[in-house]
């Protein structure tokens, strides 16, 4: 299905296996010579890569002289696992992106802060969504229900998400916490731990974001590692549903605070409850 919907964009389509890009790695021969024949086979005259962690096609690019667009929508700066995969740092990652590219495009103006060097150009795009179906009815539960909607890892704000319905658990028993994504190592230690708040669910993952959303009334964003952008946020938001988030990372370049959504401190549990109570009460 995804192939299909690029094929109906592209003029044409090609499968090269490339690796991410890794500190401690040289470019692969046989990924390089791949790519510099395509480029020049196609006469390709600009090459835009969708993603920081490319090498051999950035690298192909200049030894043909055309000119490299990075679209940058990965923030490293508070993402250990991210720097972990590629055997980096925020730093280094940083230079290797800059030195691979001729011009940047950030999907939020945090990104570009982290990756402006005073040379090179970068434009700022924040990232679309497709709002046809927007904004969603009134769900038709009868409780209350707040949603954590992600990929259900750690970092995400798992442990954060159930010290908050063990919070609302209190002040507001009758709204239900819901966590919405994928069922994985990490979810199966919330459950084997025996000791959730009983107004946690764990949903599972939605089949679309707009399923995810069209069944809860409240979304949160309690990730440790800085959002380059917020898609659940903005989707929420195109929803109609509230949101409360940290004020961390490009988050706050969505939700003006009090205004279209709550933001708080990092961490701040009590405060995200007490949000959350609010717009209940």
Not at 19 to 44: N, S, V, Y
Not at 171 to 180: A, D, F, G
Not at 215 to 228: G, K, Q, R, T
Request: proline share 7%; with cysteine; net charge negative.
């Amino acid at each position: 299905e995804y192939v299909a919907a690029v094929q109906a964009r592209a003029a044409s389509v090609f499968f090269v296996p490339c690796p991410w890009w890794h500190a401690d790695r040289a470019p692969l021969p046989g990924t390089l010579a791949a790519f510099k024949a395509l480029l020049q086979t196609h006469h390709i005259t600009a090459l835009y890569a969708n993603t920081v962690v490319l090498y051999e096609p950035l690298r192909a690019a200049r030894e043909c002289s055309i000119p490299v667009l990075t679209h940058a929508r990965e923030l490293a700066v508070h993402d250990p696992e991210l720097c972990d995969a590629l055997g980096s740092d925020a730093a280094t990652l940083r230079t290797h992106v800059l030195r691979w590219s001729d011009r940047i495009i950030a999907n939020s103006k945090c990104v570009a802060a982290w990756l402006d060097d005073g040379r090179t150009p970068i434009f700022v795009v924040p990232d679309s969504m497709d709002t046809r179906d927007f904004p969603l009815t009134a769900t038709q539960s009868h409780h209350l229900r707040v949603a954590l909607i992600s990929s259900n890892h750690p970092k995400k704000g798992l442990d954060d998400f159930v010290a908050v319905a063990r919070l609302l658990a209190v002040s507001v028993p009758w709204v239900r916490c819901c966590l919405i994504g994928p069922e994985n190592l990490h979810t199966a230690r919330l459950k084997a731990d025996g000791d959730l708040p009983p107004n946690l669910q764990i949903a599972g993952p939605a089949s679309t974001p707009l399923a995810a959303h069209a069944e809860v009334d409240i979304v949160v964003n309690l990730s440790h590692v800085e959002e380059s952008f917020g898609r659940t946020v903005a989707e929420a938001m195109a929803g109609g549903r509230a949101v409360v988030c940290y004020r961390w990372g490009a988050l706050p370049e969505l939700v003006n605070d009090g205004e279209t959504g709550f933001t708080v401190p990092l961490g701040d549990i009590a405060a995200v409850a007490e949000r959350i109570t609010q717009l209940v009460l």
